[in-house]
């Protein structure tokens, strides 16, 4: 199926006007289940970079998918620890941005919706989200590299250039996010994979759709009958029962709630 997309001026708000799919519009507008799958890019315009963005300056000489692996960790702590420092800075001058209010607001419309997000920045909780499944952790929170226990942290050791000690063990502190090669939280991934599989209709939002398991949602609901609709910046290869709207998300899902829902 081809990527559907006619952008028009809007005059009154300066954001261009994207063409929605019809079937996704029919498909949503009374939908009683509806699953969101939401990815780096819906954070991109609140200022914190995806991960192919986020290699500049200081950090160009690595990857990032290099630095989120407990191999890097355990190699040098202190390296990890410091990039984790500065991510987390960009997280905490932040905001939310019209996508994540608009999902909230998805949220009050829908008998059954689930939230599901790859993002570890805690926007969508800041814009009211409740429905939500953090399936890869919140890059906020700290915890004990051994027992995994959350250890609250004081404004100068969270920007500190070496990984601090755990107060009761001294094990280093890390970052409670789930890095790459490491599995995620049975219970939320069931949760999700479940609400997938019976959905009426999946919106994937700003995510490349490489990481797995989280990509496995798309096929999940797919393929138990769900329509599925892709916003994203770029296109994605062209998939039989899948709707695109190219656009970037701040821009794309206000639009879809004011017109499935003539919500504001
Ligand atoms: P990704 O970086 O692999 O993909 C981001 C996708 O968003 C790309 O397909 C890109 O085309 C698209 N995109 C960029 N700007 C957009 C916009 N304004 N509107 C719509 N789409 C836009 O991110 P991913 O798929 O989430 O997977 C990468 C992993 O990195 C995840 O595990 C995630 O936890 C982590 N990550 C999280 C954050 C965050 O919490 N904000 C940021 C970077 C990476």
Not at 107 to 124: I, K, R, S
Not at 136 to 147: A, Q
Request: charged share 25%.
């Amino acid at each position: 199926m081809e990527p559907s997309l006619e952008r028009t001026p809007n005059e009154a708000s300066g954001s261009p006007n994207i063409r929605l799919p019809p079937n996704l519009v029919e498909r949503l507008a009374p939908a009683r289940r509806v699953v969101v799958l939401t990815g780096a890019g819906v954070s991109a315009e609140s200022g914190v970079p995806t991960f192919r963005d986020a290699q500049t300056g200081l950090w160009a000489r690595y990857r990032a998918e290099d630095l989120a692996t407990p191999e890097a960790f355990a190699r040098d702590p202190d390296l990890v620890w410091r990039w984790y420092a500065w991510r987390r800075g960009l997280v905490e001058a932040a905001e939310p941005n019209a996508a994540h209010h608009a999902l909230a607001r998805m949220e009050a419309l829908v008998p059954e919706f689930l939230l599901v997000t790859q993002n570890v920045d805690g926007l969508h909780a800041r814009a009211g989200s409740r429905r939500l499944v953090e399936l890869h952790g919140d890059i906020r929170r700290t915890i004990c590299s051994r027992e995994r226990c959350v250890v609250e942290l004081d404004r100068a050791s969270a920007h500190d250039e070496h990984a601090p000690s755990c107060p009761r063990c001294g094990a280093r502190l890390r970052p409670d996010v789930v890095w790459f090669g490491e599995s995620l939280p049975e219970a939320a991934l069931q949760q999700a994979l479940t609400a997938a599989g019976r959905c009426d209709v999946l919106l994937s939002i700003g995510t490349s759709g490489l990481v797995v398991p989280a990509a496995w949602l798309v096929p999940v609901a797919r393929d138990a009958g769900a329509a599925v609709g892709i916003i994203n910046t770029d296109p994605s290869p062209a998939a039989f029962g899948v709707e695109q709207v190219i656009g970037r998300a701040a821009t794309v899902v206000p639009q879809l709630v004011r017109r499935v829902w003539n919500e504001g």
